[in-house]
């Protein structure tokens, strides 16, 4: 009993790296190729991830996928509104918590402000990008994750606590690095 609830948290701190890394890609994706700003690092901390990315794909499967986890087709789809609006509200209440997090902590955050967005809330969110958090929680939900859960299960359990391990080790010092770095401006 202990062992499975271990490999389920084990298998959610995958989820949240897969989904940092996956929303790294997304920002840099968008810097380079949609925005032509060319590349720079977009999470906070040193490696290819965005934790909030992480922070809200969990978020989304802990609340929302309870509404289509396990249901059938024609209800999935059904609820496929339902999903989009959900995800949005919650992501961008992620987005605009950080925001506050972030400049409480660091003096800043560290994302692209939305003051030139036409419709946006002191800058920190706006309609636009939750219209597309709002369709990036439904794909997550109705699409990634289901493969992200293969891939994990997929994994042997020596190789998943083996990189279970790794991601987390380089992922703490990662941390402590930040911490480090930013312990002056908390002081």
Known sequence: MIRKKKDKYKNYFLYFMMYSVFGWIYEVFLEVFVYGW?????????????????VGALM?????????DGKDLRY????LIPVFL???????AIELAATYLCEYFMGYWPW????????????????SPSVRFGIGGAVILYIIQPIFEKTVKGMGQETRES?????????????ALFLIKNLNYLN
């Open 38 to 54: 060319g590349f720079s690092n977009r999470g906070i901390l040193y490696g290819p991830y965005c934790p909030i990315y992480g």
């Open 60 to 68: 989304l499967i802990f609340t929302v996928n309870r509404l289509i």
């Open 76 to 79: 999935r789809l059904k609820m």
């Open 86 to 92: 959900l995800s949005a509200l919650i992501a961008t």
């Open 112 to 127: 692209q402000t939305y003051a030139d967005y036409k419709i946006n809330f002191q800058a920190r969110i706006a309609l």
């Open 163 to 175: 990189v279970f391990s790794a991601v987390l080790l380089v992922f703490l010092l990662d941390i």
